[in-house]
């Protein structure tokens, strides 16, 4: 069974959330919609809602991140969920226990969600594939698979400063080939209708055939920057370098750093994000990082009410959005 398939109900209702590959614009349209709803809980005297209470939420995160695990814990707590934190170095799979064990004795804990960050591709299909029917799993990243609440911020994003999706160029530069955010945002990008995507990045970090992901490619910046109205930048992995996949930081930085210089030659609303955390003077200068351009600061309170969107809908307490058939 695929992640696509897996994440839906009977009727087409979230009730995992894995990868966006394979929605529709309804649904994902709704996503982003709901989340409008909470984009205001921050401002609050009282920043919560009473939609989760009563449940609880585990993360469980195999890779350290603190940006995304502390936006899914306030997400969870505004939401007014219980949550736990569960730290895998030192948890029961370090010590001789299944994953398959730890998730048994979570659910016999009465956890009703589990937000899962893993090395490997397709951890998190897994784990939903083997949880029981009353418990929900969302991906905060797998592998080089998929990202999809980032995806999906990312496009709250956009949507908020530039919202005919159809009439949009978005440009994604660097590491292409290793990055699940890339993966999830391309996907959602076609599914809302961007008919100009752009990968830029060297040979080296490009997949084959990332064409028939419906995106054409660029090795030169300057020209893959032309004309477009969003700039996605990706973090680089310094391992990258060590691994002779790139020659050295400041040759990156010459070649497909994001500058001042080469902003011009995009659209003058053009709007420049980052997943975080960013290697300045390596992806992208410091001026542009901090400039009037830049939604980057956006992107991490986006990301609340996103989260607060899909961990209300796959846990079935947010208006329908099955949308049909996917």
Same mark, same amino acid.
């Given at each position: ?263 011009? *030659?995009?659209?003058?609303?053009? #709007?420049? +994000? ?6 300045? %003077?390596?992806?992208? /200068? &410091? ?12 992107? *991490?309170?986006?990301?609340?009410? #996103?989260? +607060? ?6 846990? %079935?307490?947010?208006? /329908? &959005? ?5």
């Amino acid at each position: 069974m695929t992640p696509h398939t897996i994440q839906l109900d009977q009727h087409g209702r979230l009730k995992h959330f894995l990868t966006t590959e394979g929605l529709n614009r309804q649904t994902l349209t709704s996503i982003l919609d709901y989340a409008e709803s909470f984009a205001g809980v921050s401002g609050r005297a009282v920043k919560k809602v009473p939609l989760l209470r009563g449940k609880t939420v585990a993360n469980l995160f195999f890779e350290s991140s603190t940006r995304t695990r502390t936006t899914f814990e306030l997400a969870a707590k505004r939401l007014s969920a219980d949550v736990l934190n569960i730290n895998i170095a030192t948890s029961a799979t370090n010590k001789g226990e299944t994953l398959q064990d730890t998730l048994h004795t979570l659910e016999a804990m009465h956890c009703d969600m589990f937000v899962v960050r893993h090395g490997n591709s397709g951890a998190a299909h897994f784990i939903a594939g083997q949880v029981a029917e009353n418990v929900h799993v969302i991906n905060a990243g797998d592998g080089r698979h998929a990202h999809p609440t980032q995806a999906m911020l990312d496009m709250f994003t956009i949507r908020r400063h530039k919202p005919d999706f159809e009439s949009l160029r978005v440009a994604i530069v660097g590491d292409i080939a290793h990055s699940r955010v890339a993966r999830s945002e391309i996907h959602a990008l076609n599914i809302l209708g961007v008919s100009d995507i752009r990968v830029i990045a060297p040979k080296t970090l490009i997949p084959d055939n990332i064409e028939s992901l419906g995106v054409r490619v660029f090795h030169d910046l300057t020209e893959g920057l032309q004309d477009v109205d969003v700039i996605a930048m990706l973090r680089l992995q310094r391992e990258r370098i060590k691994n002779a996949v790139l020659p050295s930081e400041e040759e990156y930085f010459r070649c497909f750093g994001l500058t001042g210089t080469r902003l011009r *030659v995009a659209k003058p609303d053009v #709007i420049v +994000m980052h997943p975080g955390p960013i290697n300045r %003077g390596i992806e992208i /200068d &410091s001026q542009v990082a901090d400039g009037d351009r830049s939604v980057i600061l956006q992107q *991490v309170s986006h990301g609340i009410a #996103i989260r +607060m969107a899909v961990m209300a809908m796959v846990m %079935g307490a947010a208006p /329908d &959005s099955s949308g049909g058939d996917n």
